[in-house]
């Protein structure tokens, strides 16, 4: 299978082909694509040297797929340009995701949405991903009245920027390219993206409205505070979530355990629950701490862990791909 990675000598791009390595997807031809500097380069998949070629050439090779990491104006102008050449587009940029037009694709959930008309489809923003992922069992058991989500999400979702910043400050210095307003070692940021009218950021609105989407249920009410802390990669939540129905927390604990992508671990006792250093270069999505809120009925308290360079990005796009393969869907 032809299979193109745009955006292929980002963070996220990088990831991606060592994803398209590591689960053996059926590539028989890669065609790397980034921006206009790095035409020519060589990068290395599966023991091959590729060259990175043009979004032109790209499109002429006419791959079954091509998975987007280039960013949200990248995406709006060239993803069609490749729907039109017959190509179906996984892209990981926020252009798409809420655009009524196109599916918004975490496949542990709703790839059963997806069809050959599919030209374009939308990978899910890293925090959206790893929270409806571990809600999933449980809005199928108890039905989700409202979830209120706190995020500590790593400077790896800014990308190299982020991870540099980091980097140069603790190391004593300063960045000459800061992805932040403020320092973020030894420091927590209450800002990740924009601030809207509302007062809240883009990134927050995007957990609210991405989870709806996915869940296929509008009348859910979700609230979010997202915030950066001083951690390189891996992003974690604390998700305060109230069911339509009464639980049992054993069969909780069950339905997560039993649940696709999803690792319990809730042995407090022990000291076992997750953390962003023990999820690092892992696809699944880490859940423990649970616990009835006692302040309210039906509402249980969770922490919800995942490396977010992987099940938050590169990996979901691959297995949106590979779900397509399965199905027949591309060739």
Known sequence: MKVAVVGATGLVGSKMLQVLEERNFPVTELFPVASERSIGKEIEFKGKKFKVVSMEDAIAAKPAVAIFSAGGDTSKEWAPRFAEAGVTVVDNSSAWRMDPTKKLIVPEINADELTTEDKIIANPNCSTIQMVVALNPLFKKY????IVVSTYQSV????????DQLEAERNGGKSANPAYVHQIDRNILPHIDSFLENGYTKEEMKMVNETKKIMRDDNIAVTATT?????TGGHSESVNVEFKKDFDLAEVRQLLASAPGVVLEDDVQNAVYPMPIN???????FVGRLRRDGSQPNTLNMWIVSDNIRKGAATNAVQIAEYLAEKGLIK
């Open 143 to 146: 039905g989700i009245k409202r």
């Open 156 to 163: 790896s979702g800014s990308g190299k920027k982020g991870v």
């Open 227 to 231: 915030v950066r802390v001083p951690v």
């Open 279 to 285: 999820a690092y270069e892992k696809d699944e999505v």
